[in-house]
Nanobody
């Protein structure tokens, strides 16, 4: 099983960019589909983006098309979320998560990293 550690959050002005990273421990990172989720204050956690184990397939929430890009480097056990044209409504705690390729549920979660977008 992998353990996940996110980094790269911070405070940015609207229209700015951030790149989040999530490093996984363990040797089987390439066996896991990876996802990014976020939780805004007072709201439920929501899906942002996902990438398949091989990196060949990605998906995004309707709220982020064209602004966010998910990628992964299996040699570095890392998944990234490049966020451009940030909006105040993108503010929240961002979590990376992992699921095995045969599972529909993300069962492994990082501790989260705070992203704050000021207007």
């Amino acid at each position: 099983q992998v353990q996940l550690v996110e980094s790269g959050g911070g405070l940015v002005q609207a229209g700015g960019s951030l790149r989040l990273s999530c490093v996984a421990s363990g040797r089987t990172f390439s066996n896991y589909d990876m996802g990014w989720f976020r939780q805004a204050p007072g709201k439920e956690r929501e899906f942002v983006a996902a990438i398949s184990a091989s990196g060949g397939s990605t998906s995004y929430a309707d709220s982020v098309p064209g602004r966010f890009t998910i990628s992964r480097d299996n040699a570095k056990n890392t998944v990234y979320l490049q966020m451009n044209s940030l909006k105040p409504e993108d503010t929240g705690v961002y979590y990376c998560a992992a699921r095995t390729r045969s599972d529909l549920i993300y069962r492994i979660w990082g501790q989260g990293t705070q992203v704050t977008v000021s207007s």
